[in-house]
């Protein structure tokens, strides 16, 4: 569903905030007319723009599910004027949303297979939504690993989540940090590192990946080194965005525009093109 005019925001309140992490919070926002909030429907993978008023309007991936009816969440890092807006907000205020825009990842395909999530800092946003998705149909698919990393143990966002990801049936979470602190015991090692120490079979997997172009792209390379094909590998891009409907050429990779053709691609879609990345 989307706004009449896809350029005119839809009107929502933030109902709540929370600190994922010293540089990102958690928006729980609800759509202003009741009944637009309860049609608002969207898939993991897809993204909207949010507006702070009177500053501007910025890209995000949806971090909910459409049909837990628990609110529409988003998880804004603090980068820029936009972002800084976001964050200074309160619960009761009012933000423009702009969307759904972008395809999502095609999960009931993946139905049947092992599903192996990599995600570094703020990248894991668009895969909760996919994590959470696949433990509300758990039968329905094969083995879930989930690498969670970040650069020190307070930039692990959902934190909130792990015992109920890590509790799952047939569900492994992995964390990792770049740098520990006195409190953390667990891994200290980069993404790429992990993936390879871990070696999951790609027989059957599809391997789904989001976090900063170097994570990725040595991601690439570990996950070709245990036999993942290109077509097993999918990624969603973050390019700068501006009208989210192909229109204003300014998120091209190759021949892609990511706001229509993406957010989510698989390596098969995009290697030719992963230089621009
Ligand atoms: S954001 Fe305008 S063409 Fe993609």
Not at 2 to 22: D, G, H, R
Not at 51 to 61: I, M
Not at 66 to 82: L, N
Not at 140 to 163: H, M, Q, S, W
Request: aromatic content about 10%; hydrophobic content about 40%.
């Amino acid at each position: 569903m989307m706004s009449i005019n896809p350029f005119i925001p839809y009107q929502a309140t933030l109902k709540e905030v929370i600190n994922l992490t010293p540089d990102i919070k958690l928006l729980n926002l609800e759509l202003t007319v009741p009944e637009l909030q309860n049609n608002f429907d969207y898939k993991p993978g897809q993204f909207a723009f949010l507006s702070a008023y009177g500053v501007g309007e910025a890209p995000f991936g949806f971090v909910s599910l459409a049909y837990r009816k628990s609110g529409i969440e988003f998880a804004v890092r603090r980068i820029g004027t936009v972002t800084a807006a976001l964050h200074e907000l309160e619960p009761g205020a009012t933000i423009g949303l702009r969307g759904p825009f972008g395809n999502y990842f095609p999960l009931e395909d993946y139905k049947g297979k092992n599903i192996f999530i990599i995600g570094g800092g703020i990248g894991m946003a668009p895969l909760r939504p996919v994590i959470n998705f696949i433990l509300d149909h758990r039968a329905e698919y094969g083995n879930l690993l989930i690498i969670n990393g970040a650069r020190t143990p307070k930039d692990l966002v959902f934190a909130n989540e792990f015992d109920t990801w890590a509790k799952a049936p047939r569900t492994q979470l992995e964390l990792t940090v770049d740098k520990g602190d006195q409190n953390w015991k667990g891994r200290e090692a980069l993404v790429p590192a992990v993936v390879t120490e871990l070696k999951p079979s790609p027989v059957n997997t599809i391997a789904i990946t989001c976090g900063p172009p170097i994570m990725i792209r040595f991601t690439l390379a570990a996950l070709k080194g245990l036999g993942f094909a290109n077509n097993q590998i999918v990624t969603t891009l973050e390019q700068k965005m501006k009208c989210g409907m192909g229109k204003c050429a300014r998120c091209n990779v190759g021949d892609k525009y990511v706001c229509k053709d993406g957010p989510v691609f698989t390596f098969e879609q995009i290697s030719k093109f992963l230089e621009q990345y």
